[in-house]
């Protein structure tokens, strides 16, 4: 998986844990919802679109854009997702910690 795709699929996971699987459309542009359909044709994940009827209803709702869309995690999505975010905290910490291993060194 490239960057973007990694990106994507962290996004999508923190949509899942911070609010409960439902995705606002706005925060995602032509390419993520290509991505997204071909992980769903693959059955890495299950997306789709709120019904319009639904959409404004309290439970959809919420303060950061409306929820257009909403996402499931296979197992195999999770796996991803865990060793993406994984790899990036290792990484940025990693760059953070130069200096502090400096620091100790005295």
Same mark, same amino acid.
């Given at each position: 998986?490239?960057?973007?795709?990694?990106?994507?699929?962290?996004?999508?996971?923190? *949509?899942?844990?911070?609010?409960?699987?439902?995705?606002?459309?706005?925060?995602?542009?032509?390419?993520?919802?290509?991505?997204?359909?071909?992980?769903? #044709?693959?059955?890495?994940?299950? =997306?789709?679109?709120?019904?319009?009827?639904?959409?404004?209803?309290?439970?959809?709702?919420?303060?950061?854009?409306? /929820?257009? /869309?909403?996402? *499931?995690?296979?197992? #195999?999505?999770?796996?991803?997702?865990?060793? =993406?975010?994984?790899? *990036?905290?290792?990484?940025?910490?990693?760059?953070?910690?130069?200096?502090?291993?400096? #620091?100790? #060194?005295?």
């Amino acid at each position: 998986m490239n960057k973007g795709q990694q990106s994507l699929l962290m996004f999508l996971e923190t *949509r899942i844990v911070d609010h409960a699987g439902k995705v606002a459309g706005a925060h995602m542009n032509g390419e993520d919802f290509d991505q997204a359909q071909s992980w769903r #044709e693959e059955g890495l994940i299950k =997306f789709g679109r709120i019904p319009t009827a639904d959409i404004n209803r309290p439970q959809i709702a919420h303060r950061s854009g409306t /929820n257009t /869309n909403w996402v *499931r995690f296979t197992d #195999e999505a999770w796996k991803l997702a865990h060793r =993406f975010r994984r790899e *990036r905290g290792d990484r940025l910490t990693a760059e953070e910690d130069k200096p502090v291993e400096k #620091e100790e #060194e005295r």
